[in-house]
């Protein structure tokens, strides 16, 4: 299986490059600063130069050809404005599924965001205003590639993230409330989620949680 990871420098993909690279299967990361090929090389990842900001549908389809799945992991970071938000949060989500679509490549997961909604248009008074136009761009990239009948697409949505040790256990449901999760264990949803075929069309939650990985992803794939 040949996976291509969009935004393949972020602290989740990279955990991700290392897990599938470690089953043997191919796995590639579009990145924007070629000084980061090295990180993607040493995590067993092929490393591919491709600027989401400013790249062309034809552009990134070229880069997605022979791949079985995509991830788009990609966003503008903390500390960006809020047009970086639409960007890349939005727009380059948005480019991935039109080149995934042209390419040909159905498998599209989404690493989203928990309270991600296009419809948050009157955030409560004491958000930050930046956070709500983050949300609104996940919701409205959420929207846009559920809304593609060409695309195998999943949508996870992972509660605050941590950089703790990942325990191999989560939730995993349509709703699970809100809570941590390492990334260690988003790596690990999301390098199950690309085996199981029956969890496309489906918006998940994830948190820590008491049922193994395997057997959360069986049990919302019906398995």
């Known amino acids: 299986m040949r996976t291509v990871i969009a935004g ?18 191919e796995v590639a990361g579009l990145i924007r600063n070629p000084d980061h090929a090295e990180d993607l090389r ?8 491709c600027d989401l900001e400013s790249a062309s549908p034809d552009e990134v389809a070229s880069h997605l050809e022979g791949a079985d799945a995509v991830v788009f992991a990609a966003g503008a970071g903390p500390g960006s404005g809020a047009g970086r938000k639409e960007t890349v949060d939005r727009a380059a989500a948005v480019l991935l599924a039109d080149a995934a679509e042209r390419a040909g490549v159905r498998r599209y997961l989404m690493i989203s965001a928990m309270g991600a909604d296009a419809g948050l248009t009157e955030p409560p008074p004491e958000m930050d205003p930046v956070f709500a136009v983050y949300l609104r761009a996940k919701g409205a990239a959420d929207d846009a590639v559920r809304a593609r009948n060409g695309l195998d697409w999943t ?6 993230l941590t950089d703790g040790p990942g325990t191999g256990r989560v939730r995993l449901a349509e709703k699970t409330g809100r809570d941590e999760v390492p990334r260690d264990d988003v790596a690990a949803v999301l390098g199950a989620l690309l085996h199981a075929p ?5 918006t998940l939650e994830m948190i820590s949680g008491d049922t193994l990985v395997e057997e959360a992803v069986a ?3 019906g398995g």
């Open 219 to 221: 049990s919302v794939a």
């Open 198 to 202: 029956g969890t496309a069309g489906l």
């Open 8 to 25: 393949g420098h972020g602290q989740i993909a990279l955990r991700l490059e290392r897990l599938l690279a470690g089953r043997g299967e």
């Open 155 to 160: 949508v996870l949505r992972p509660g605050r």
């Open 42 to 49: 040493a995590a067993g990842a092929e490393p591919v130069v």
